[in-house]
């Protein structure tokens, strides 16, 4: 009886979407991904490497980020690193563009993830599975965070080995 419990919750749990993806950019990238209302939205890039034998720069990409209603989220210029988080408070699609200003082609990492709490949905009928299935909800995104960090600290090592390289 508890083990199918454990397997109906499991089953329930909220698995949010990972999208992480490596590519390169000469001008402008976008890519886009959907959010649930009161989701938090994490994102990370590392420019990893630039392209040419002799080039080496530190100047970064430029990311704007604009909400399903083309409002203004948030805005990075010159960065060749960075993570944020988002609360989503508008449902929809949110849409990240990258912007190369250098002349030279770069390889960027980036990483996003939405991840949502149950607190008010009916999952069980008995009230003592609703407390269980926060927790586990909770648990699978303090999962996804350190795997969040780890990606990003590889994406930030394969950068720096790379301008070492150059």
Wanted: proline letters at 2%; a negative charge; one cysteine or more.
């Amino acid at each position: 009886m508890l083990s199918a419990a454990v397997a109906v919750m499991l089953l329930t749990a909220n698995v949010g979407v990972v999208f992480g993806i490596r590519f390169e950019i000469d001008r402008e990238e976008c890519f886009s991904h959907k959010a649930d209302y009161g989701s938090t939205l994490r994102f990370s890039f590392v420019v990893i490497k630039v392209e040419g034998a002799w080039y080496y720069n530190e100047d970064g990409l430029d990311l704007l980020v604009t909400g399903p209603k083309g409002e203004h989220v948030q805005d990075f210029r010159d960065k060749i690193s960075e993570k944020s988080d988002i609360v989503v408070h508008n449902e929809g699609v949110y849409k990240f563009c990258f912007t190369n200003n250098s002349p030279h082609d770069e390889k960027v990492d980036f990483d996003v993830h939405s991840s949502h709490f149950y607190k008010d949905a009916e999952h069980a009928k008995d009230d003592h599975f609703k407390p269980i299935l926060e927790q586990i909800s909770k648990l699978e995104d303090a999962l996804y965070n350190i795997q969040f960090e780890q990606h990003w600290l590889e994406a930030e090592t394969d950068r720096q080995a790379s301008s070492i390289i150059s």
